[in-house]
């Protein structure tokens, strides 16, 4: 099995940093992608950004400028650095990855169990 374990989250004022990781474990063949997605108090939860393997990145809107996504392949870790915060930033923020599982090499979807990010303003 897969395991999607984030660290990084917590308090910090508007216009502050945060550097949120993702380690995968297990019994990874290949990562084909891997992304954060935040969901706040009464709302949908949305994608922040994504890396695939080839290295092309995307942003939400909201997060463009911001936020960069980069990822460790040796370590199958991903992250998200997080600047100039704003306090509509806070949420619940998630770590997804799509991996071929070994030894079967299905393409599967795994989430991280969250971490939160508050921004005071």
């Known amino acids: 099995q897969v395991q999607l374990v984030e660290s990084g989250g917590g308090l910090v004022q508007a216009g502050g940093s945060l550097r949120l990781s993702c380690a995968a474990s297990g019994s990874i063949f290949s990562i084909n992608a891997m992304a954060w997605h935040r969901q706040a108090p009464g709302k949908q939860r949305e994608l922040v950004a994504v890396?695939?393997?080839?290295?092309?990145?995307i942003y939400a809107d909201s997060v463009k400028g911001r936020f960069t996504i980069s990822r460790d392949n040796a370590k199958n870790t991903v992250y998200l650095q997080m600047n100039s915060l704003k306090p509509e930033d806070t949420a619940v923020y998630y770590c997804?990855?799509?991996?071929?599982?070994?030894?079967?090499?299905?393409?599967?979807?795994?989430w991280g169990q969250g971490t939160q990010v508050t921004v005071s303003s």
């Open positions: 890396i695939v393997s080839s290295g092309n990145l």
């Open positions: 997804y990855a799509a991996i071929k599982v070994e030894p079967t090499l299905t393409l599967t979807s795994y």
